[in-house]
């Protein structure tokens, strides 16, 4: 295993390493005051992250207000981002939320229940969490009068099975289906209920929403308790092994790391027009198997990996890769970490943070 580092160091050289390997800034977000939900879990964490990096190093002067229902494990976890003075953090559930700051500019809803098990066992109340969370962040945001931007982080989930024979999923690939009675679809269509939402208040109360549809993601602050291929992996492989692979390794994947997914979110917040769509995730296809290799090779005693022969699909879909040219094209984002590096980054930050 290598030289261990700090987790906080590894979390500051991704940030100083994005702004200089990405040559635009988003200038829109100066002077922000935005308001986040879900700001304390994987993608909020890094939003702080990168705002930390906008002030400190191009004097950006945003603010942020956070709405979390979960701020006791934050505020162990995330000190240095609890003691900073441009964010105020309040510990409300969105669904009962009274009244946005009034001087708001932007909103990144990203607030989400998307805990397998709780839908598994409370579909009804899942569904409505999202849905409910959604509508009165909208019903709130009418109220304003300088907002710029709304950006709902939906899911690619929306786009439902996709033949088995596409390489990758645009923003107009709605030709998958969705089992509308099968329990795990339930997240799926929370989220096409969102966007439906959305569609709703951008055409009558005129709002300025957009959309981002993330994939799979890797990096630090993730937790490695989701049931994800990759999060598995790396869990297994820390423990020693073996690596289990549920398919036969032929199953295709990305995963975009989290310093790029958080700076996609702000530059889609900042440059996105009403009514756009932008995927968000990784282009670069891996399959389970060479992922599995990733994550192993970084052991000196490499864990032993385990296929399942006989099953080329992984919870019904084959290939889940996402199209990314429109947002590269629209708004000349792109990948900084390559699929390999992301595995070691954060291969290297939770032998630190959980396994060291």
Wanted: proline content about 6%; glycine content about 4%; some cysteine.
């Amino acid at each position: 295993m290598p030289s261990i580092k700090k987790p906080i160091d590894i979390v500051k050289q991704d940030v100083l390493n994005i702004f200089e390997m990405h040559s635009q800034l988003p200038e829109p977000l100066r002077n922000a005051h935005i308001f986040i939900t879900g700001g304390t879990g994987f993608l909020g964490s890094w939003l702080l992250e990168l705002i930390c990096g906008l002030n400190d190093q191009f004097d950006f002067k945003i603010k942020a207000t956070i709405a979390s229902r979960s701020m006791s494990k934050f505020i162990k976890s995330h000190p240095h981002l609890v003691a900073r003075k441009e964010f105020t953090f309040q510990p409300n559930d969105v669904r009962n939320l009274i009244e946005l700051p009034h001087d708001t500019t932007h909103i990144i809803h990203a607030a989400a229940t998307s805990s397998r098990d709780f839908f598994a066992s409370f579909p009804t109340t899942a569904f409505e969490n999202n849905v409910d969370a959604t509508l009165q962040i909208f019903r709130r945001a009418v109220q304003l009068g300088s907002i710029q931007n709304i950006l709902l982080v939906s899911s690619s989930l929306v786009y439902g099975k996709q033949p088995d024979d596409a390489l990758s999923i645009a923003e107009d690939s709605f030709g998958g289906v969705i089992n509308p009675f099968d329990t795990n679809s339930v997240y799926a269509e929370s989220k096409r209920a969102c966007e439906a939402a959305a569609a709703a208040f951008l055409t009558e109360m005129k709002l300025p929403i957009s959309i981002a549809r993330p994939f799979s993601f890797i990096g630090p602050y993730q937790s490695l308790d989701l049931p994800w291929a990759i999060t598995n992996f790396m869990q297994e492989a820390f423990k020693g092994g073996p690596i289990n692979i549920m398919t036969d390794g032929s199953v295709v994947r990305s995963a975009m790391y989290a310093s790029d997914f958080a700076n996609w979110i702000l530059h889609i917040t900042a440059y996105a027009q009403p009514r756009a769509v932008y995927n968000v995730g990784s282009p670069e296809p891996v399959n389970l198997l060479s992922l599995a290799k990733m994550i192993s090779s970084y052991f000196k005693d490499e864990p032993k990996i385990i296929t399942s022969s006989g099953n080329n699909t992984l919870g019904g879909r084959r290939n889940v890769v996402p199209n990314v040219s429109k947002a590269q094209k629209e708004l000349q984002l792109k990948i900084t970490v390559n699929m390999e590096e992301a595995v070691r980054r954060s291969m290297e930050w939770h032998s630190t943070n959980q396994y060291h």
